[in-house]
């Protein structure tokens, strides 16, 4: 297993809309996707995914519903609203230019 | 929407967030059991992996935006619980404000309805009046017609001119006005109708409107008021309508009647018949007031002509939307007025700190264990503060309740003590009730007292050490008695200066009281006659079957009279003095006996002989100790010798204002000189006589009488005073008030002394101390700032003192006796305010005392 990283500031926002993106689901779900997909290298800060989930609902981009989990329990299943997916555009625009420019200033500093 | 959910449905929220994040901890636990962990170690990891729970719900509480609602609501309910539990405090701290604060919205109350409250007409603020810098105030008729074309920043514009007549036998006063005047201030009749442009004069007279509270006390109301004939300055007008109850035109002065400018003819015989009237004009809404005085100084200079001063002058758009203008000259006399009620409202306000600051004091305990739990300063603040902030609501709302039952009791008193001679008066009282800037008022000065009742405690509290108060020593670090001491010698400051001003101002009212009683009580007629009929009035007088004495005079007693420079030829002082021309009988009439030497004789008084007669006082001041009959005085401007032929007793009058008049020169008159008023004195009833002399004169000519009124010198004088009592009044009041206000905030900061030192007492009796060396203690404590506060009070005293008797004459500044007297009682009222806690301290059994704690 590779060493985890911990999260830039700013982008949990970002990763957790993106996941959103496939579909409604709950806080748990939602960490654990985002360190399957990024192999264990992203470590989602479980203390803090809670309170960017509020956040992100009380802006209204995400939108939440209670439904069944897994366990047959009732669970908050998030889902992304059209604020929500216009917002994800604009983060992963950033996103992109951030990148770039790192890597270029790594790459020619 | 969801701060909304989250505010209203607050349990079912937080339970939905409990659930949210167990459901999180249960499905990591299962994970964790999967990757083959026992599970009491896979629940563990669980909660570790999670961090802490209360921390993140606090975070998510944040992330939602409500805490800003919920926190100072935890803080009211807190407070309220805490409240509860001491409701002595309360109740004082509450009663403390709301008294300072009743006082302060009365004064505020009156204050508005001058200053604030707008007048009664369509659209006030956008009404100016015109003026200029210049000295003439007021234009001719055409001016007035010229205005409006060439102006184009106002839409319309009226003329008026104040007029003093009598009104059958009255005296009214009333304003001419162009025929516009109503339609433009949108007044409507409450009977027959009200003057309208074009109004052309009806057959019996030229119309009259009569104001509502003209109709009610001069014609009782009478509903056949319409049509009927009154008699303005002797000429019959007709009565068109009567205004309704709320117009009251514009500016202070309550008016009478509204007569159509063209009637100012028969009122000013002889003068220019379209005399000066001032413009009141409205200005049009998208027009700025810079651009309006622009034009009318445009205006101004072309009226003006090529006249000398036609470039400087300047035209001033001032506005008349309220009872009074609001501009500097007006502020500046309201400032002591203004400082000394709030002075009552800080004093109560250093009452109420100093009480919290003794409970802050006795809950530092609490504060140390909640900063240890972690919170923070400012929340510890922001709790004090919203404390503080719940007392001022109740106090508000009792200082409201509590003004205007002020206010009422104050007009009803006003009312009870008037003197008939300023009834009138009554009619010019604005409406005082309460208006939505009154409520404001009140809250927000309610607010600000509480702010600087609470802001002092609050940051002192914080300042709790936490590591002295984590080892159970609380009151090491918190030592607020300097600050105490500061508000203790403010307020007896303020309690010293009131009451010296109080006592300054009585021994006035007393000096008063004094010299009225040698005041002439003789009930006169003042009469006024034209010139032009002064024989036939005369003629018509001598044969008056009532008539008893007959006096005339250049200037009333009670009148402003000239002042002349004269010199003493032997001797060489020489004076500023008053001077009045009277007839013989003018010193019998007004009791005032001649001394030495002898009256005028009825030939001097005709020829006007070079002869004087000087008041005891002028005299003196003249030729010292040596006799002034006899003597020569040269007057100036038109400079001639006079020889003094007798002496007489001082006439006082107007000296509230304007000074005591005890130095004065008479010289001789006759009532068939032109310009003299004369002064008669009647057998049996006076208003009887008063009447039947005036339709007697009115049957000369309607014209021939300009007053007709009757006189009582002490009467007058006792008018005069009456704002004087009336400030001595208020002055009282508000003395009484601060010294009871100083001596409870005495009481409450001896009473905390002695529990705070408590355990010093205890051991000092322990080792034999006395009880009197102990109550010594605490009361030098005590009284060392109250002779601080004394003095510094005395000082100020004596500027107040100084500053009135530049406007109140009769005000002695350096009065001894008032100066101690109000020194000694603050002083000895302070000692028994001290006392009271001190004998407690005495009395401490110092074996349990030094168990305590």
């Known amino acids: 297993m590779a060493e985890s990283l911990d999260l830039l500031k700013g982008t949990l926002d970002l990763l957790i809309l993106r996941t959103l993106q496939a579909g409604p689901m709950h806080g748990w779900a939602i960490s654990e996707r985002i360190e399957q997909i990024s192999q264990d290298v992203l470590q989602v800060n479980q203390g803090s995914l809670y309170p960017a989930l509020h956040r992100l609902e009380h802006h209204g981009w995400i939108q939440a519903e209670w439904g069944v989990s897994e366990l047959g329990r009732r669970a908050r299943f998030y889902r992304l609203t059209a604020a929500g997916r216009k917002q994800l555009d604009i983060e992963s625009k950033n996103w992109d230019r951030l990148s770039i420019a790192i890597g270029r200033v790594i790459k020619l500093a | ?853």
Request: proline share 4%.
């Open chain 2, 1 to 853: 929407m969801i701060r909304l959910r989250a505010l209203l449905h607050r349990r079912e929220v937080e339970q939905d967030l409990q659930d949210e994040l167990i459901l999180h901890i249960e499905l990591q636990t299962r994970k964790n059991l999967s990757r083959g962990m026992d599970p009491v170690e896979a629940a563990r990891h669980a909660r570790i992996q999670f961090g802490g729970v209360q921390q993140v719900t606090e975070e998510c509480r944040d992330a939602r935006g409500v805490n800003w609602i919920t926190t100072p609501c935890k803080d009211a309910l807190y407070a309220l619980r805490g409240f509860r539990r001491s409701p002595m405090f309360v109740i004082t701290a509450v009663a403390t404000i709301a008294l300072g604060l009743a006082i302060d919205t009365a004064l505020f109350t009156v204050f508005n309805a001058y200053y604030f409250a707008p007048v009664n007409v369509r659209d006030p603020h956008s009404l100016y009046a015109i003026g200029s810098t210049g000295v003439a105030h007021g234009y001719s008729l055409a001016a007035y017609q010229q205005f409006l074309p060439q102006n184009s920043a106002f839409s319309e514009a009226f003329g008026y001119k104040g007029s003093e007549v009598r009104m059958n036998d009255r005296r009214a006063f009333g304003l001419l006005v162009t025929s516009n005047y109503f339609q433009m201030l949108g007044a409507g009749a409450v009977l027959g109708r009200t003057l309208l442009p074009g109004d052309a004069a009806p057959t019996g007279g030229e119309p009259v409107v009569l104001s509502y509270p003209a109709w009610q006390n001069r014609f009782g109301g009478d509903p056949n008021i319409v049509g009927k004939a009154i008699l303005l300055h002797g000429y019959p007008f007709q009565v068109l309508g009567v205004t309704q109850a709320g117009f009251r035109g514009l500016g202070a002065r309550p008016v009478d009647f509204w007569a159509p400018f063209n009637a100012a003819a028969r009122f000013d015989q002889g003068s220019d018949a379209a005399g000066p009237l001032s413009i009141v004009a409205r200005l049009k809404p998208e027009y700025g007031l810079s651009q309006a005085r622009a034009g009318v100084t445009v205006w101004l200079r072309h009226l003006a002509g090529n006249g000398p001063d036609a470039g400087g002058v300047q035209g001033l758009v001032t506005s008349v939307a309220n009872f009074k203008p609001w501009n500097s000259g007006n502020t500046l006399a309201f400032v002591p007025i203004l400082v000394a009620f709030s002075l009552v409202l800080l004093l109560g306000c250093a009452n109420v700190a100093s009480m919290m600051l003794a409970r802050a004091m006795s809950r530092q305990r609490e504060f140390g264990i909640r900063l240890s739990l972690g919170a923070s300063r400012s929340r510890l603040i922001c709790q004090m503060l919203t404390e503080s902030t719940m007392l001022a609501f109740p106090a508000a709302a009792i200082g409201f309740v509590l003004s205007q039952a002020l206010i009422w009791l104050c007009v009803r008193v006003l009312f009870a003590t008037l003197l008939p001679g300023i009834v009138d008066f009554a009619n010019r009282l604005p409406s005082l009730s309460p208006d939505l800037r009154v409520f404001a008022f009140n809250l927000a000065a309610a607010l600000a007292a509480a702010f600087l009742c609470g802001v002092v405690p609050a940051l002192q509290a914080a300042r709790t050490n936490l590591v002295q108060a984590a080892q159970g020593e609380f009151a090491n670090a918190f030592r607020p008695s300097r600050l105490r001491n500061v508000l203790l010698v403010g307020q007896v400051t303020v309690c010293v200066l009131f009451l010296i001003t109080t006592g300054i101002l009585l021994r006035g009212t007393q000096q008063v009281q004094n010299l009225e009683g040698s005041l002439s009580a003789r009930d006169t007629i003042e009469i006024a006659v034209h010139d032009k009929f002064r024989d036939r009035a005369l003629d018509r007088l001598a044969v008056e079957p009532s008539l008893d004495l007959l006096a005339a005079a250049a200037a009333s007693p009670v009148g402003r009279k000239p002042v002349v420079s004269v010199t003493a030829r032997d001797g060489g002082a020489s004076l500023q003095i008053a001077a009045n021309s009277v007839s013989p009988e003018y010193f019998t009439l007004f009791d005032l006996p001649v001394l030495a030497g002898r009256n005028f004789t009825a030939q001097e008084a005709r020829s006007g002989a070079p002869v004087a007669i000087v008041s005891q006082t002028a005299a003196r001041r003249l030729w010292l100790n040596q006799g002034a009959v006899g003597q020569i005085l040269t007057v100036a401007s038109p400079t001639r010798s006079v020889r003094v032929v007798g002496v007489s007793r001082d006439e006082i009058s107007r000296w509230i204002f304007s000074g005591e008049e005890k130095t004065l020169v008479y010289f001789p008159t006759a009532p068939r000189t032109g310009g003299n008023t004369l002064f008669v004195a009647v057998r049996g009833d006076v208003e009887t006589a008063r009447r039947k002399l005036d339709s007697n004169l009115a049957a000369i000519d309607p014209d021939a009488v300009d007053e007709i009124r009757r006189l009582r010198v002490r009467d007058f004088v006792r008018e005069e005073a009456y704002s004087f009592r009336l400030a001595y009044w208020g002055a009282a009041a508000i003395g009484v008030l601060a010294l009871l206000l100083t001596l409870t905030g005495i009481y409450g900061v001896v009473a905390f002394v002695v529990s705070q030192r408590m355990k010093e007492i205890g051991i000092r009796m322990a080792l034999g101390a006395s009880s009197a060396s102990v109550s010594g203690l605490i009361l030098k404590q005590s009284m060392r700032l109250a002779c601080i506060g004394t003095v510094i009070g005395t000082v100020l005293a004596l500027g107040v003192s100084k500053a009135l008797a530049s406007i109140i004459v009769m005000v002695n500044t350096f009065d001894a006796l008032t100066y101690m007297g109000g020194t000694l009682f603050v002083l000895c009222a302070c000692a028994a305010a001290g006392y009271l806690p001190t004998r407690r301290a005495t009395r401490i059994d110092p074996v349990s005392t030094l168990r305590y704690d």
